[in-house]
């Protein structure tokens, strides 16, 4: 529902996301000139240049719907270059599309709740957050505006994640329905290998963005983004996973077909061999060349992947580990410096 602006505003996914972002930050300083200590001030929080991190939070908010737009819009687009490879039944645009966009709200709404609310908590319960170490009530308006936030934002990103897990399964389970499959010539699986990249690539991106939380004083809580970055990347790894298991499946069986036959092919032109007279004995060209043919379809890669992909699947992978390392050294250096 939320990612309808989307559709609506022609503008590129990224732009819109700032713009949903900047609103937001609007929202937190019309709040402030009305409940806070001054514009852009909450006060009694214990957070230098405040306002900037504001900004930083609501951004990330534009953001996340940002990446999220743009996954689903790659998914279409993944599945119009599928289609010609699908058996007939799927072909058809809309029932593509039906697919594609096929998600179970219910789940999303409780992952959405559960990891908000959490979130919410974690954030206006941690002490050193506050100037004086604890809360000033639930009533104050730095702790409403921060649960707030805290509790959208999270819960966005939380139902932005599942469903890309959802969308990617959905993905996934057309591998089942291609056609004739080539093991050799991994060509009409490039759909399904360029959509886990990418769904690695826009939330790896967004990872690297959120670690500028640790550009200023006191803006990152420590332990709450070490959890957030264990919990990002091992859903990276699962984005990445996911598309690929129907491709794999259907690569497996295939694999295992085309082995049966040419060793069912192998036994018989043994046999031949092995029951003719040394007059009849037949060359052993064809024994010879189902043997190469058998070792090749052993060695055949049952994964719709190259080794090009894993290297850009590890590259995309470390910039967003290294991000959240990088910042949190030199958010260490600088507290050092001052100290």
């Excluded at 599945?79 to 593509?96: I, K, N, V, Y």
């Excluded at 050799?184 to 690297?208: K, M, T, Y």
């Excluded at 379809?297 to 049952?302: I, K, P, R, Y």
Aim: net charge positive; proline share 5%.
């Amino acid at each position: 529902m939320e990612l309808r602006i989307f559709d609506r505003v022609p503008l590129p996914a990224f732009l819109v996301g700032v713009a949903i972002g900047l609103g937001a930050f609007a929202c937190f300083l019309a709040y402030t000139a009305l409940f806070g200590a001054e514009v852009g001030d909450l006060g009694a929080v214990k957070l230098s240049h405040g306002w900037a991190a504001e900004l930083l939070q609501d951004l990330f908010l534009g953001f996340t719907l940002a990446v999220e737009a743009a996954s689903v819009r790659g998914a279409l687009r993944d599945l119009e270059t599928l289609r010609p490879s699908l058996e007939p039944p799927l072909r058809e645009r809309e029932g593509l599309r039906h697919i594609a966009l096929r998600y179970q709200p219910v789940p999303l709404l409780v992952a959405g709740w559960l990891v908000g609310a959490g979130s919410a908590l974690a954030t206006v319960l941690n002490p050193h957050l506050w100037i004086d170490g604890h809360m000033p009530g639930w009533t104050h308006p730095a702790v409403i505006w921060l649960a707030a936030r805290n509790f959208l934002n999270w819960a966005i990103v939380a139902r932005a994640m599942l469903l890309e897990l959802m969308l990617g399964s959905a993905f996934s389970r057309l591998g089942g329905a291609l056609g004739c499959v080539d093991l050799f010539d991994h060509a009409r699986f490039e759909p399904f290998a360029r959509r886990a990249l990418r769904n690695v690539s826009l939330w790896l991106l967004l990872i690297a963005f959120l670690s500028l939380n640790f550009a200023g004083r006191g803006w990152a809580i420590p332990s709450l983004m070490a959890m957030g970055m264990l919990f990002l990347t091992c859903f990276a790894l699962a984005a990445f996973a996911i598309p690929l298991r129907g491709p794999h499946r259907r690569l497996r069986d295939a694999k295992r077909e085309e082995l049966a036959r040419v060793r069912a092919a192998l036994r018989e032109a043994r046999d031949r061999a092995l029951a003719a007279g040394a007059a009849d004995s037949p060359s052993g060209g064809r024994l010879a060349d189902l043997v190469a043919y058998e070792q090749r379809v052993a060695g055949a890669s049952e994964w719709p992947i190259e080794a090009s992909t894993v290297v850009r699947f590890a590259l995309f992978l470390a910039l967003g580990l290294g991000s959240w390392v990088g910042a949190g050294l030199v958010q260490h250096g600088i507290e050092a410096a001052l100290r």
